[in-house]
């Protein structure tokens, strides 16, 4: 059984590719106290006590990078994957665990993913590429081949990376901005072609 941390918009697009895949949802967890129900399955504040660790799976539902590495550094759970039927994943690509890929991404070959990414509905990802842990490849972005992004940073809907770029660690691309040359750390960067415009 897997259980669902987060109850909200980004839970419902896993929810339905779980479903889509076979795999059986047994609840939800949320900190949220107005919520006892999330469709027809029930919210918990933590993981109940029929939660079975060596069984039973984990995959967190929620957007945020940040939030969702701190979960994963204080909870001690097997996680699982939540592929869509209509991703296209290379037989020589890895997605590493708890990693979520939506509906028509497209992930090529010798590409790595790390652990707890989100590759959203229609991203591509080119050959090659290293995608760390804690990243989101927003919906419609596209990384071209051997890109780079360091870990927890968030591609925005749209934005296009050429080939060879680093992205580093904690980053932001913004909506729709081309990136041509590589990103520092903790940089927000926005536009055609991009810039840093400050740092996190």
């Given at each position: 059984?897997?259980?669902?941390?987060?109850?909200?918009?980004?839970?419902?697009?896993?929810?339905?590719i779980?479903?889509?895949?076979?795999?059986?949802?047994?609840?939800?967890?949320?900190?949220?106290?107005?919520?006892?129900?999330?469709?027809?399955?029930?919210v918990y504040r933590e993981l109940p006590d029929?939660?079975?660790r060596s069984a039973d799976e984990v995959i967190i539902a929620i957007g945020n990078n940040a939030?969702?590495?701190?979960?994963?550094?204080?909870?001690d759970?097997?996680?699982?994957?939540?592929?869509?039927?209509?991703?296209?994943?290379?037989?020589?690509?890895?997605?590493?665990e708890g990693s979520v890929v939506i509906g028509n991404a497209l992930i090529n070959a010798d590409t790595k993913v790390?652990?707890?990414?989100?590759?959203?509905?229609?991203?591509?990802?080119?050959?090659?590429?290293?995608?760390?842990?804690?990243?989101h490849i927003s919906p419609n972005a596209s990384l071209c081949?051997?890109?780079?992004?360091?870990?927890?940073?968030?591609?925005?809907?749209?934005?296009t990376i050429i080939p060879g770029i680093t992205i580093g660690k904690n980053v932001v691309i913004g909506a729709g901005a081309v990136v041509i040359r590589d990103i520092p750390d903790n940089a927000i960067a926005v536009g055609n072609p991009a810039k840093v415009i400050r740092h996190i």
């Open positions: 059984m897997v259980y669902l941390f987060g109850a909200g918009g980004h839970a419902k697009v896993i929810t339905e779980l479903q889509d895949s076979n795999k059986l949802i047994s609840a939800f967890i949320d900190g949220n106290p107005a919520l006892t129900a999330f469709w027809d399955y029930p029929t939660f079975d939030v969702r590495k701190r979960i994963v550094e204080n909870l759970v097997n996680y699982t994957t939540a592929i869509h039927p209509k991703a296209t994943i290379s037989k020589r690509a890895t997605i590493g790390g652990r707890h990414c989100i590759i959203n509905s229609s991203a591509s990802v080119d050959h090659d590429c290293t995608i760390h842990d804690f990243v081949g051997n890109v780079t992004i360091g870990e927890a940073s968030h591609i925005g809907a749209g934005a």
